[in-house]
């Protein structure tokens, strides 16, 4: 598969050193998920953890010679109270040769919270290795990759080969608690760290098959709502006040229940106006993509879902909005009978964003259908409707250089084209990204679809975690030909 290419030996000698320090890379990913570096519950022994951490990331670039500058973020004041520290965010850089593109690999070494009595089946933050499969928090999402692009470049540094691109590494223990003061720090580096970053990659998020590579070009927004119903602040006794009164709960389901039907669409009106029209490149690409709808539904644990094609699943999981109910705070949800009206109520529901959707519009059409449906129940209660949360889609231009070398390098890995995908979830940071640096941002993959990130029984595939290192090594060789504009023949990579 090497034949055909002036890099040939080079990739060769780059693979083969790759799969002799298999178990070594496996080792380093052991002693990374080892560290409890949860940033979710706000304690100061897991903010240790997430300090040891990133001091633990920051030794090893150094190692490879990276200049690592450990970026102080002061400390976080709590809901209760307590004042804890931020850990820093690291800002690394390997390499500043002009002539050659300068490539930044993001990603975060904080996990979700897990013990091993929420149903794992083994410590999970011991990495157990069962039929190939790396079980541990942080295994994929995103200790995996983040050490994937690292054992990429330590294994040109190991086979004494110059590096084909300037490497820049931002990586962050802040993630799964909303990447507390990262905007911040982009925007301060916009003008510094960023300044000569041609290309940006993004490798936290999975394939949609078990083993066909992907790239990702796009992700939905998500606007985040409460909507409250108050009569008081206290319960009532519905033997003593059920009949004679608006019941909170009665006209909070209705107004959630107005929301959307049974078949998904959303009933709020106006919602799908924004929404940029489906072009006949964009049908042709949905065709192309390889997918097992039965086993698609078998691995989610689905009996049926609401669309009986490919086509169609795939459309309204990433290219159309979709509203999802996700609570009632202050109901009773306890085992037992207790016969309670409750006098306030909080509904929470939220509306994943496509491109030309707008947080600010959605609000307001949101906002004034709740509106209306309430005034029509002619309720004696008080609602009050609130966006907590409004982050904008993302997307991004498919023939881009850096795609085009993804493209070719996942080729020459996987030795099959990828599938061009989008997330239906919200990755804040491919967004800010993009719109902050002004740079090109894509989203590279290594983690199958089964690797069950925030769940029980974390993984990546031994196999996965090994062919991405090599598919970053054959990126940077890609990227370095791609950009100085001395295209290839389509049969090399």
Known sequence: ????????????????????????????????????????????????????????????????????????????????????????????????????????????????????????????????????????????????????????????????????????LILEGMEEAGSVALEELVKREKDHFFSSVDYIVISDNLWLSQRKPALTYGTRGNCYFTVEVKCRDQDFHSGTFGGILNEPMADLVTLLGSLVDSSGHILIPGIYDQMA??????????????????????????????????????????????????????????????????????????????????????????????????????????????????????????HDTQYLAAQRAIKTVFEVDPDMIRDGSTIPIAKIFQAITQKSVMMLPLGAVDDGEHSQNEKINRWNYIQGSKLFAAFFLELSKQHSGHQMPSSVF
């Open 1 to 168: 598969m090497f034949s055909s290419s002036p890099h040939s030996g080079l990739l060769e000698k780059l693979f083969q050193y790759i799969d002799l320090h298999q178990d070594e890379f496996v080792q380093t990913l052991k002693e990374w998920v080892s560290i409890e570096s949860d940033s979710v519950q706000p304690v100061p022994r897991l903010r240790q953890k997430l300090f040891q951490m990133m001091a633990l990331a920051a030794d090893k670039l150094r190692n490879l010679g990276a200049r690592v500058d450990s970026v102080d973020l002061g400390s976080q004041q709590m809901p209760d109270g307590q004042s804890l520290p931020i850990p820093p965010i690291l800002l690394a850089e390997l390499g500043n040769d002009p002539k050659k593109p300068t490539v930044c690999f993001y990603g975060h070494l904080d996990v979700q919270p897990a013990q091993k009595d929420d149903g794992w089946l083994t410590d999970p933050y011991t990495l157990t290795e069962v039929d190939g499969k790396l079980y541990g928090r942080g295994a994929t999402d995103n200790k995996g990759p983040v050490l994937a692009w690292i054992n990429a470049v330590s294994t040109f540094r190991a086979l004494q080969q110059d590096l084909p691109v300037n490497i820049k």
């Open 277 to 398: 029209p489906i072009t006949e490149e964009e049908k042709t690409m949905y065709e192309n993509i390889d997918m097992d709808l039965e086993e698609y539904q078998n691995i989610n644990q689905v009996e049926k879902f609401l669309f009986d094609t490919k086509e169609e699943l795939l459309m309204h999981l990433w290219r159309y909005p979709s509203l999802s109910i996700h609570g009632i705070e202050g109901a009773f949800d306890e085992p037992g009978t207790k016969t309670v009206i409750p006098g306030r109520v909080l509904g929470k529901f939220s509306i994943r964003l496509v491109p030309t959707m707008t947080p600010s519009v959605v609000e307001k059409q949101v906002t004034q259908h709740l509106e209306a449906v309430f005034s029509k129940r002619n309720s004696f209660n008080k609602m009050a409707v609130s966006m907590v949360l409004g982050l904008h889609p993302w997307t991004a231009n498919i």
